[in-house]
């Protein structure tokens, strides 16, 4: 009995002693996270409920900021913009990173795979502000090399970011081209992690390329499509840089984002507490398309 209380006290002892050490390899990111993260986050809720004036803050208002953003018209346009580069932009980086891993994972044949693999990851290492520059004249609709081409076969001329109409789905392929590097290396390290058991096996049962992909890749791929769809929809949600640079939300607001009118609010009109505000509501509204996305999206595979 001694021997068993002694042993059981010896244990705990190393068990508080090796916390004690794992906290303190720890602190370092801990405070980390506080200063940079914890901190800013307490300080934007703390400007939300504030008048800001020229000289700071003036004095409590509680929640009138939220309900000034919520009433503000200019508000709700953002959140229209913003949602619908969301919804052009996760589908469409989705599809075509998906598309291009496929072709490039390890058991495909294709010369040249490693270099291909690279060439697609470039732009993910490359200034969104670099990239709008350079989509600039690509799109550019007079000496633009998209309308050369399109004039080639016949075509009219399109505006792209100078149309209203065409603005927002042109940013999308801008930023799906960016994104797609990014997201094709985990979806060719979850290829790569899929057994080839499984594959021998349906092949074996006659199953073809398409039932294999969709009774196989596609489900054992939902891990990795799900921490994709996660990613680019926060992504998407908090575009600022490419926008901002490429169309400076024109024309006629037309790609106007929410984080552009945070930017706008604290740094132009000097209204910090409605720019605390607008980001506070952005903040919720990423977790919950995070948290949907997650529930949604998640498939149980058991083969």
């Known amino acids: 009995m001694a021997m068993n209380v002694g042993t059981l006290v010896t244990g705990r002892t190393l068990r508080e002693r090796q916390t004690r050490v794992a906290l303190l390899f720890l602190f370092p990111s801990i405070l980390y996270v506080v200063l940079m993260f914890g901190a800013p986050a307490v300080y934007a809720v703390y400007l939300s409920m504030v008048d800001w004036g020229l000289d700071g803050p003036r004095a409590f208002v509680w929640f009138d900021n939220y309900y000034y953003v919520v009433t503000d018209e200019r508000f ?4 229209v913009n913003t949602a619908y580069f969301t919804a052009l932009e996760v589908p469409g980086t989705i599809v075509c990173a998906l598309l291009v891993a496929l072709a490039l994972q390890s058991s495909a044949r294709m010369y040249g ?16 502000v670099a990239v709008a520059y350079m989509w600039l004249y690509l799109y550019n609709p007079t000496i633009g090399v998209f309308n050369s081409l399109l004039m080639s076969i016949g075509l009219p001329r399109q505006q792209f970011l100078s149309s209203t109409e065409q603005v927002i789905p042109s940013l999308a392929v801008i930023d ?10 985990i979806f060719v390290a979850g290829l790569e992690g899929i057994p080839r058991d499984y594959y021998d096996a349906a092949e074996i049962d006659g199953a073809s390329s398409s039932d294999r992909f969709w009774r196989i890749t596609l489900p054992l791929l939902n891990p990795q499509i799900v921490l994709v769809a996660v990613l680019e929809a926060i992504h998407a949600l908090r575009i600022f840089a490419l926008p901002y640079v490429a169309t400076a939300g024109g024309p006629a607001d037309a790609s106007r984002t929410v984080v552009m009118q945070v930017y706008d609010q604290a740094f132009r009109w000097n209204n910090m507490g409605e720019a605390a505000a607008t980001s506070i509501y952005l903040f919720v509204a990423i977790l919950i398309v995070s948290v949907v996305q997650r529930k949604v999206l998640t498939r149980a595979v058991d083969y």
Do not use: H
Request: net charge positive.
């Open 76 to 79: 709700w346009a953002t959140v």
């Open 113 to 128: 795979r490693e270099l291909f693999r690279l060439i697609y990851f470039l732009p993910v290492v490359t200034s969104l």
């Open 176 to 185: 799906i081209w960016a994104r797609l590097g990014f997201d094709m290396v």
